[in-house]
């Protein structure tokens, strides 16, 4: 093991972050019709020429890009040119945005009126605001943001208006276009819209792409887009897809343009709006489809406390200087750069790598409340008392929840978590405001605190009709991935010290060769469910022990690593954080060997793994309610397919499963720590 020293760079406690100002502020101090109608003079790129909607439009149906897959198409279907260059300029339609200053300014006076209404202050840091308006002036600029909520890029929108910032394009999905008149209000203010999936549609592919690349090679407008592709429902980041990040580096891949900047943005609420709508959407409750009404029966909302948002605009990072060492771009220059052509494994690694590392730069500047740290506490705490002895006081004492939320909020800061804990008062205050304003969640009785769950199936019942088990179950599970989404918040800080816990927990010796095949094993297993960067399982193996070490929780010897009697009530919390985890892909695992049919397809997996986990939980078989959420289980599919234990059977109906149910069960050994005897040595230390 390295000596301490080596680390220091890497310590995450001298992590250096700016400082944040409250836009509400002045908003409810000044008017919101002079503030939308004020004058807006943003700073454009150095090198843009002016050009409006249409003539962008135009300049994308004559690229030569276009002409070519025209050419292309046509050769392969026998079709007209001029009918394929009809349907080019139709796909161009129903994407483009067009953008309005005028609809700008209607969303910044309505979005002031519905802020100021939600929430108690939208936190930027103006430092980070500077560096990006001298990267739009320098070079084209990608806007990454995180993907939490609905909110997001109408909150981008507002934030770059009100800071006299160039508006971005931002991609879309084609859900919200279905919206009436909503679809084309956010058109008109910058929104694009793209499908969902265009598989082998080239016309569509090459519309899109060029459509992108023009605007940015060009610096038109920053262009915004989320790298997780979706909202993640769970509060974790989502695997990057890489589709739209191909594109966007494109132009400097093939020398059109110097260099790029793209820019990550942590956007952090401390109370989700959609909170339990994710929640019954993870339990297969169906979300509504998104509706103009739904949006006005969304306003009752608007007399909840919502708390506050922390927007973190990010270093803005250099596409030249990622690409530095790792891509020969010569390779460009052999075809002409009109000529589309699929991205070498070369391009491929680099621009995985460069999501992953965004991605990671995302959470690292994500701001945890103090309730993040109460939600992950009391889930713990609510575990523990399903399993404690009849008779037993539910709950955990204030005080005692207190002085524990303290003891992780000292943890959690030596492992270099941004956390927004107000240090000027008193921590008594802190935890019962937060509480207070996570109400809905949590009851507090006789100087107790516990997860509302009894009253969530007190709502659920109604007076006529009988409740039956299964539906109470489900209403207590609002409740609980309501607060799992929460403690998601803070794994990224957790994880890496978490999986090394949970290998020394499941390793047979204190070995550290075999606790590093232990940490290796599940850094694997759960890469579909968390962001670990491919490669580099030694690097996040010495971060773990160097964090648990600097704590006094480890010590690492050569050929060691031995938990400290002071560092057991560390390892024992860091080992509950992953355990629902650990249990949710052994149960996966146990229903593809035991439940299973053979024509088992991936589209009836979810419902059919779910009525399988209810049975075990109302049986009283399983400790952790939160295994019902399907984003975990599809992740543990995903995990499986990936490692070769679960295959797609070819030819057959659409996405059956073959199921390896050696292989199946030798994984759900391994997870519950009944070790395999010999150990595959996958790296050596």
């Keep these: 093991m390295a000596s301490k020293a080596v680390y220091t760079h890497r310590d995450p406690m001298l992590k250096k972050r700016d400082d944040f100002e409250d836009i509400l502020e002045e908003r409810r101090n000044s008017s919101d019709l002079r503030y939308a109608l004020r004058c807006y003079t943003p700073v454009l790129y150095k090198g843009l020429t002016p050009c409006n909607a249409s003539m962008l439009k135009g300049m994308v149906l004559q690229s030569d890009q276009i002409h070519y897959v025209i050419n292309q198409v046509s050769k392969e279907t026998g079709r007209a040119t001029d009918d394929i260059q009809e349907e080019a300029s139709a796909i161009l339609e129903e994407m483009a945005h067009c953008l309005q200053i005028s609809t700008v300014r209607f969303f910044a006076f309505t979005l002031s009126k519905v802020f100021k209404s939600l929430f108690r ?51 879309a999905g084609m859900d919200f276009m279905g919206m009436k008149f909503v679809g084309e209000m956010l058109r008109m203010s910058g929104a694009f819209f793209i499908r969902r999936s265009f598989g082998g549609d080239k016309l569509y592919w090459a519309v899109f792409s060029e459509y992108v690349r023009t605007i940015l090679k060009n610096g038109l407008a920053p262009v915004e887009f989320f790298l997780e592709g979706t909202r993640s429902r769970t509060s974790k980041s989502l695997t990057p897809k890489l589709g739209l990040l191909n594109i966007v580096m494109d132009p400097f891949l093939k020398g059109e343009v110097f260099d790029m900047n793209v820019v990550p943005v942590s956007i952090s609420y401390e109370r989700i709006l959609e909170e339990s709508l994710y929640a019954r959407e993870l339990l297969g409750v169906p979300k509504p489809k998104e509706s103009t009404s739904g949006l006005f029966k969304a306003r009752k909302v608007l007399s909840e406390d919502y708390g506050s948002i922390h927007v973190y605009f990010g270093q803005p990072v250099s596409v030249r200087s990622l690409a530095q060492g790792k891509v020969n771009r010569c390779q460009f220059n052999l075809l002409p750069r009109h000529i589309p052509r699929k991205p070498g494994e070369e391009i491929h690694d680099f621009v995985n790598d460069s999501a992953y590392r965004l991605v990671r730069a995302q959470e690292e500047n994500m701001v945890l409340k103090p309730w993040v740290l109460l939600a992950s506490l009391l889930l713990q705490n609510h575990h523990q008392n399903r399993t404690a002895a009849e008779g037993q006081r539910r709950g955990i004492a204030l005080d005692e929840l207190t002085a524990q939320a303290l003891w992780l909020r000292d943890l959690s800061r030596e492992y270099g978590a941004f956390l927004h804990w107000p240090d000027n008062t008193p921590p008594s205050e802190v935890v019962s405001s937060s509480l207070s304003l996570h109400r809905g969640l949590v009851r507090i009785c006789e100087g107790r605190v516990q997860l509302d769950v009894e009253q969530a199936a007190a709502d659920t019942a109604q007076p006529q009709l009988t409740i039956t088990p299964e ?215």
């Design 121 to 171: 202050s939208i936190c930027v840091n103006e430092e980070g605001i500077q560096r990006l308006q001298q990267a739009i002036h320098e070079h084209p600029v990608v806007l990454l943001p995180s993907h939490r909520s609905y909110m997001d890029f109408l909150l981008m929108s507002y934030l770059l208006y009100t800071y006299d910032l160039a508006l971005p394009v931002i991609a």
């Design 471 to 685: 539906e109470q179950l489900l209403s207590q599970a609002v409740i609980i991935l309501s607060c799992v989404s929460y403690r998601n918040q803070a794994l990224h800080v957790f994880l890496r010290p978490a999986l090394l816990a949970s290998a020394i927990h499941t390793a047979s010796s204190n070995d550290k060769q075999e606790v590093f095949n232990s940490f290796s094993f599940l850094r694997n297993m759960f890469s579909n469910e968390f962001i670990l960067s491919p490669g580099a399982t030694v690097q996040d193996f010495e971060e773990a022990c160097y964090l648990l070490m600097k704590t006094g929780a480890l010590q690492v010897t050569q050929q060691e690593v031995v938990v400290t009697e002071s560092g057991l009530k560390t390892v024992a919390f860091l080992t509950s954080m992953l355990d629902p985890f650990l249990q949710g892909y052994q149960v996966v695992c146990r229903f593809l060997c035991e439940e299973a049919a053979d024509s088992l397809t991936e589209k009836q997996f979810v419902p059919a793994v779910r009525k399988f986990i209810l049975k075990l939980l109302l049986a009283g078989r399983l400790r952790y309610t939160e295994v019902l959420s399907s984003d975990l289980q599809k992740n543990a599919l995903a995990a499986l397919l990936r490692l070769g234990a679960v295959q797609k059977v070819k030819g057959a109906e659409q996405g059956t499963l073959k199921i390896n149910a050696v292989m199946v069960n030798s994984l759900e050994d391994t997870l519950g720590g009944k070790l395999p005897t010999q150990k595959t040595v996958t790296a050596r230390l």
